[in-house]
Nanobody, 124 residues
Framework: QVQLKESGGGWVQAGGSLRLSCAASGLTFSTYAMGWFRQAPGKEREFVSAISPSGLSTYYSDSVKGRFSISRENGKNTVYLQMNILKPEDTAVYYC?????????????????WGQGTQVTVSS
């Protein structure tokens, strides 16, 4: 059974930083592209970032490029999202996801497995 478990969410003031982690089990982690998505109240789930199975290729949405950084440790079955210079508009539930295809995928329906999400709240 595949499980993805996010941690590291919380409350932070604008301009601050948070680091999200996602621990995966039940899958051959090093063969999956991993992604982060987020969903704010009343909005659709949106792509944030993705990383290839090797970790050599990374992708970001325009809204987070230059502020967020995705990385992974295949030996620990864990993917991270370092979030810097946070803005109130970054407030959302952040979800970790796994994709047997390509890290270039940005559609939520292209991802095979999902975590339960972790809340990130940025106050102004």
């Amino acid at each position: 059974q595949v499980q993805l478990k996010e941690s590291g969410g919380g409350w932070v003031q604008a301009g601050g930083s948070l680091r999200l982690s996602c621990a995966a089990s039940g899958l051959t982690f090093s063969t999956y592209a991993m992604g982060w998505f987020r969903q704010a109240p009343g909005k659709e789930r949106e792509f944030v970032s993705a990383i290839s199975p090797s970790g050599l290729s990374t992708y970001y949405s325009d809204s987070v490029k230059g502020r967020f950084s995705i990385s992974r440790e295949n030996g620990k079955n864990t993917v991270y999202l370092q979030m810097n210079i946070l803005k109130p508009e970054d407030t959302a539930v952040y979800y970790c996801s796994a994709n047997r295809g390509t890290a270039r995928s940005r559609g939520a329906n292209e991802y095979d497995y999902w975590g339960q999400g972790t809340q990130v709240t940025v106050s102004s």
